[in-house]
Nanobody, 125 residues
C-alpha cells in the first residue's frame, strides 16, 4: 500500500511558478516510478511528467521546457517544478505511483496503481 499526499498548489499569475510536492509512504519509494497527471474541468486526465526509479524523465510536449520533475528518495518525495505557467495549465494535479517493474516508462493513467488526492493549480491571465 502506498499513500500519496500532494501539496504546493495554488493561484498564480501567468508567467509565474509553482512547485508541487508529493510525499509517499512506504519503504520502497526508491523502486517506484512516479508520475504527475492533471485534469482540467470537463477534460480527461492527462499525463504531465514521469520519473523512473533510475531518475529517467519524460514530459508531455505541452510542458516540455517549462516543467521539471525530480525525486528525493531520502525524503520519499517527488517534485514538479512548474515555470512559465499559462492559463491552460489550470487543473487539478495528481501524483501517481507505478510499483511494477517495466521496461518502458509508463505515460498512461491505467499503468499507475496508486494516486494522491490531487492539488488545485489555477493560473490567471
Amino acid at each position: 500500500q502506498v499513500l500519496l499526499v500532494e501539496s504546493g498548489g495554488g493561484l498564480v499569475q501567468a508567467g509565474g511558478s509553482l512547485r508541487l510536492s508529493c510525499a509517499a509512504s512506504g519503504r520502497t519509494f526508491y523502486s517506484n516510478t512516479m508520475g504527475w497527471f492533471r485534469q482540467a474541468p470537463g477534460k480527461e486526465r492527462e499525463f504531465v511528467a514521469v520519473i523512473s526509479r533510475i531518475s529517467s524523465t519524460y514530459y508531455a510536449d505541452s510542458v516540455k521546457g517549462r516543467f521539471t520533475i525530480s525525486r528525493d528518495n531520502a525524503k520519499n518525495t517527488v517534485y514538479l517544478q512548474m515555470n512559465s505557467l499559462q492559463p491552460e495549465d489550470t487543473a487539478v494535479y495528481y501524483c501517481a505511483a507505478d510499483t511494477r517493474y517495466r521496461t518502458v516508462i509508463p505515460t498512461t493513467a491505467r499503468e499507475y496503481d496508486y494516486w494522491g488526492q490531487g492539488t488545485q493549480v489555477t493560473v490567471s491571465s
